[in-house]
């Protein structure tokens, strides 16, 4: 049987010491942080207009009951993926993932930057 399948690969301690070059500690190039977003993102336009009132458009591709729905109400917080909305009609929070989303009117102007 032949038990030597793969070549004898040497051990990375043993190419690092041999080699003359610093090690690589960091792959990516690091720059300041001033802490401005981009108001592009979609999160970032809804984090920036809570309080106001809007309309989400939602497609939930994989219901049959649910295809298409539009919530309206006031946003009431926003992150990275998510909304939350406080429906005019229920007075319920809802929490709209915003996978789903596929567009929102907003009912005055909006904040954009």
């Known amino acids: 049987m032949n038990q030597n399948i793969y070549p004898n690969i040497p051990n990375p301690s043993d190419i690092a010491s041999q080699s003359s070059a610093p090690p690589i500690t960091n792959l990516y190039p690091t720059y300041p942080s001033n802490n401005i977003q981009d108001p592009r993102y979609a999160e970032n336009i809804l984090e920036k207009n809570i309080g106001r ?10 219901s049959l009951e649910w295809r298409d729905r539009i919530f309206t109400g006031i946003i009431q917080q926003a992150g990275r993926d998510y ?11 809802v929490l709209l993932w915003t996978v789903y989303l596929n567009f929102v009117e907003f009912y005055e102007q909006p904040i954009l930057h």
Do not use: C, G, H, I
């Open 53 to 62: 009132r809007a309309s989400f458009y939602m497609s939930y591709n994989d």
């Open 83 to 93: 909304a939350v909305l406080k429906e005019d009609d229920t007075e319920k929070y």
